[in-house]
């Protein structure tokens, strides 16, 4: 089974300031599918960008950004101009092209936003 | 708009009763899942079912049950053989097959107690 790292459990961010969170995979396909998720204190999960493996192009969505480097099974996200309403758990997800069907999560970081 | 709809909210167990959470989604999904979330943790898969009449185990199945009739419903009971119930349960769902980059979308969830 593939296995998805996030190594940092919590983070803190100034308002207004760029933070970085990471997460490592581990696997032998070459198609695949990796998915950021923000869970804030409501529990809510919600989708925050994908990312296609075959895609060399960087997904953006607004203030939210990744940095995919597939040799080194590395995909962070990065938020730029942090807002209150980014504090959150957020997970990295990543899903098979081939069996399609399972979903691989990594355990969370918890982002602090200070004001 | 198409959604997954979890309930109840809340709910409250006694020793030695199996309880039941209802999953709903008007989505058109095939495949449904069953996550446990434990306080500051991440997401461990309970069972997952890709058709009507065919579901699996993930990782934590002891304890669970699961039915698949409909495909628009996956229901999860609790039964009293899971001796610590107490956690927030998500459910999801997603489309089905190969190089499918379809996220997962999620129920607000169920939080389980035990009285």
């Known amino acids: 089974a593939q296995t998805v790292t996030q190594s940092q459990p919590e983070m803190s961010v100034q308002e207004a300031e760029t933070v970085t969170l990471s997460c490592t995979y581990d696997t032998s396909e070459s198609d695949y599918y990796l998915f950021w998720y923000k869970q804030p204190p409501s529990r809510q999960m919600i989708l925050v960008i994908r990312?296609?493996?075959?895609?060399?192009q960087n997904a953006t969505e607004n203030r939210f950004s990744v940095n995919f480097q597939k040799a080194a099974k590395s995909f962070s996200l990065k938020i730029s101009d942090s807002q209150l309403g980014d504090a959150a758990m957020y997970f990295c997800?990543?899903?098979?092209?081939?069996?399609?069907?399972?979903?691989?999560f990594g355990t969370g970081t918890s982002l602090t936003v200070i004001p | 708009d198409g959604g997954i709809t979890q309930s109840p909210k809340y709910l409250f167990r006694k020793e030695g009763q199996n309880v039941t959470l209802s999953c709903e989604q008007n989505l058109n999904h095939d495949a449904m899942y069953w996550y446990r979330q434990d306080p500051g943790q991440g997401l461990r898969l309970i069972y997952y079912s890709q058709i009507v009449n065919d579901f699996q185990k993930g990782d934590i199945a002891e304890g669970y049950s699961v039915s698949r009739e409909k495909k628009e419903s996956f229901p999860l009971t609790v039964t009293s053989a899971q001796k610590n119930p107490t956690a927030f349960y998500l459910c999801a769902s997603s489309t089905r097959g190969h190089y499918s980059n379809q996220p997962q979308h999620f129920g607000d969830g169920t939080r389980l107690s035990i009285l």
């Open positions: 997800a990543y899903r098979s092209a081939g069996t399609g069907n399972q979903f691989y």
């Open positions: 990312q296609e493996a075959y895609k060399q």
